[in-house]
């Protein structure tokens, strides 16, 4: 059967206001306002509904592998209630903070040892980090063609076919599997899990490894390093045009007489 | 993408200094190119070494004319049809031969299509540290090593970085960042046609098709005027209203991502730091809250203008004009007066 795996982040929600966020002493966290939950980054929601729509087309073993530290095993359940078949966490607290590169170097030593997936999905980038390095580095040390940016993920005899955004249009793009690919928001949201699948996911006790368990070196992994993370003074005085709809359209207007020539 | 890690460049130099890869366009070069020829000289400043520039495509005489006069050391070119358009494979093999032969201390691209796909891939196969998407680059006059920033969180707060020892650093520089170069005439690079020895038999990536959208009119990287509307639209129709006063504004039509999401428009009229980056004279948002991840791909347009019914939204912040009202009854008498005004 085909075998699909999906890397999935937990994040804290992207949605939440920024206002309500406050950067850890240490510089190097933000720290959200308590009670707000992680969620899974988007993207990677989009990965995981790319593989179950594979799954509905032609059947196959979804294994979603998330990676962290103190995971919030909830919110990595809803994976499961969504379809996927199975739940592996890397966890340890070696994990904490990895850059790219340490992060594909964990995902990948996982895949190997899982005997590796004909397809391998990641989101095109995270909600925090807006890196978009990590697929592209699994892809590089399993020594597996990735392609990026997949609106549309679809299984042929012989191939994986994949529509790719590209500015103005798309692409289609072949390769034989194993194939990394990267999904974009336009392949549609994950699904909603029925409320049964919900209570079944729940009672799932996922697999846990640790960097032992992968036999991954770490020593050595990081390429780039976070200094601090920073608010920049950014915000401008807004100048308020008021009054009924057509003067308001007036007040534009004389805006725009002096910006357009 | 394993055999480039193994094919160790052979006559490693010692030039160091800056490369960047310019991107052409039309015939001619990119705006970013402007912008990377205008970071890899600052750069160079501050490190010492040139500043030399590659590009790859195909019928490139003029877009290479053009980087010629740009003040860098050399241009190295590879035009050829089998570079027409991207293709990570063909892109990968030429960018790490050269930069294995020439050395460079950094490598920059631009934060475009190109740059996001291609410096990760380089990266990795360098295996050397990637700062994508930097909006500020410093050299520190100590340790010669560069703080990169770049915003993170969508936009909501800028992370500071530095990259391991290991060179060359890879850098993808954010758009409308950096103040465009200017050609001059008397400036003439050495123009080096780089033998890239890519054979597109190795492939395993196939391009089968390739489909152009037939979105008419202007881009909206080039409009100077753009009416963007946010999930406040509401539907395709109300994004025909909004098109309505674009064109008498003589503008295009843009939006944050939840119309997108949402079907109302097509993906490629998506401003922000997943969407196209733009930097427009005017940019009217209407009913756009002001999600960080929508304003990281307009701040720097030279004039904000935003409605929107809810007074505590976001955008508020980050617009030189607003208006708290309902679009639905200000834009048809915005378009209206504008036909009279500028039609």
């Given amino acids: ?261 | 993408m394993r055999e480039a890690i193994l094919d160790k460049g052979a006559n490693m130099g010692e030039n160091k200094g800056v490369l960047f890869l310019a991107e052409g366009r039309d015939g001619g070069l990119a705006k970013i190119t402007y912008e990377l020829t205008t970071a890899a000289h600052e750069i160079a400043g501050q490190l010492g070494g040139e500043v030399n520039a590659a590009l790859f495509g195909t019928g490139l005489t003029r877009a290479v004319a053009e980087l010629a006069r740009l003040g860098v050391a050399r241009v190295y070119v590879v035009d050829d049809p089998l570079f027409a358009y991207y293709h990570p494979e063909a892109y990968l093999a030429v960018a790490t031969r050269l930069v294995r032969d020439i050395c460079p201390s950094v490598v920059l691209m631009g934060h475009t299509d190109t740059g996001r796909e291609l410096a990760p891939r380089l990266a990795f196969a360098l295996d050397t540290g990637l700062c994508p998407n930097c909006v500020g680059i410093e050299v520190d006059a100590a340790s010669d090593a560069l703080r990169l920033t770049r915003p993170v969180f969508g936009g909501k707060a800028d992370g500071l970085y530095s990259l391991s020892e290991d060179e060359p650093w890879i850098v993808t520089i954010a758009q409308k960042v950096f103040e465009p170069a200017v050609a001059h005439e008397g400036q003439a690079a050495e123009v080096v046609a780089f033998a890239h020895r890519v054979d597109a038999g190795s492939f395993r990536i196939s391009v089968t098709e390739r489909v152009e959208d037939s979105s008419e009119g202007i881009r909206l990287e080039d409009a100077t005027v753009i009416v963007s509307g946010g999930r406040g639209i509401g539907s395709a129709e109300g994004f025909a209203e909004l098109k309505e006063l674009a064109a008498a504004l003589g503008g295009c039509v843009g939006a944050s991502r939840a119309p997108v999401d949402n079907g109302w428009v097509p993906a490629n009229l998506q401003v922000g730091l997943t969407g196209t980056v733009v930097s427009p004279n005017v940019y009217l948002a209407v009913g756009i809250s002001g999600a960080a991840q929508h304003i990281a791909g307009c701040s720097s347009s030279n004039t904000i203008i935003a409605i929107n019914r809810d007074p505590e939204a976001p955008i508020f912040r980050r617009a030189h004009y607003g208006a708290v009202a309902d679009w639905r009854e200000v834009v048809p008498a915005l378009t209206q007066k504008c036909r009279a005004m500028f039609g």
């Fill in chain 1, 1 to 261: 059967m085909l075998t699909i795996a999906v890397c999935v982040k937990q994040v804290t929600d992207p949605e939440a206001p920024l206002s309500l966020f406050a950067i850890a002493a240490d510089g190097r966290h933000l720290v959200p306002p308590p009670g707000t939950p992680p969620v899974l980054s988007t993207f990677d929601e989009n990965a995981l509904e790319a593989a179950l729509k594979i799954k509905d087309a032609v059947g196959s073993r979804v294994t979603v592998l998330s990676m962290g530290n103190k995971l919030a095993k909830p919110v990595l359940k809803k994976t499961l209630a969504a379809g996927a078949d199975e739940l592996i966490l890397l966890e340890d607290e070696q994990f904490e903070d990895l850059d790219s590169n340490g992060t594909a170097m964990v995902l990948a030593a996982t895949i190997d040892k899982l005997g590796g997936f004909d397809i391998v999905l990641c989101g095109r980038q995270a909600a925090d980090t807006d890196a978009g390095q990590v697929g592209m580095g699994i892809a590089a040390k399993l020594g597996i063609p990735a392609v990026t940016l997949a609106r549309k993920v679809e299984v042929t005899d012989t191939s994986v076919r994949v529509e790719r955004i590209l500015p103005y249009g798309h692409e289609v793009v072949e390769a034989a599997p194993p194939v990394l690919v990267t999904a974009s928001n336009e392949i549609g949201e994950l699904r909603f899990p029925p409320v049964k699948a919900v209570i079944a996911a729940q009672k799932v006790q996922p697999t846990v490894w640790g960097a032992a368990d992968l036999g991954v070196d770490l020593a050595r992994s990081t390429r780039a390093n976070l200094v601090k993370f920073f608010v920049p003074a950014r915000d401008i005085l807004c100048e308020m045009i008021g009054g009924s709809p057509q003067e308001i359209a007036n007040g534009i207007t004389e805006v725009l007489k002096t910006r357009i020539v």
